[in-house]
């Protein structure tokens, strides 16, 4: 098995209306499992974009991270359906489980936490990438 820091990650430009996020793109099942777990910290504007498989359950966990996180999740229309803000690094063995309320979205973005309320994004906003 390939160690996440050696997955081959695409780049794309996420935009909201103020700002623009440089996202690695994870869109493999290896790369969707592993998301950011590698990672010590990221820059300011800087993330990782989900591209879930129709109809995955669009559940997240911070098991394994190492700094806190913002997560966005974004609709086939590409409007911000519902965010979790300020989530810490889980440390405990059982972690819990961010899901949108209808358990499904084709898109999320993890960012630095802070991220969406410094840069006024919200639910409605629309996303370009």
Wanted: aromatic share 10%.
């Amino acid at each position: 098995m390939l160690s996440s820091s050696f997955l081959a990650y695409a780049n794309e430009k996420v935009c909201f209306s103020k700002v623009c996020v440089d996202a690695q793109v994870a869109q493999d099942m290896s790369a969707l499992i592993h998301g950011m777990n590698s990672k010590e910290s990221i820059k300011e504007n800087e993330g990782m974009l989900y591209v879930l498989p129709p109809l995955s359950p669009a559940s997240f966990t911070t098991k394994g991270m190492q700094f806190p996180i913002d997560i966005i999740w974004i609709d086939e229309n590409k409007k911000v359906i519902v965010m979790a803000r300020n989530l810490e690094p889980c440390l405990e063995e059982a972690c819990p489980l961010y899901v949108p309320p209808n358990g499904y979205a084709p898109y999320v973005l993890e960012v630095n936490a802070g991220f969406s309320k410094a840069n006024d994004i919200k639910v409605g906003d629309h996303v370009k990438f």
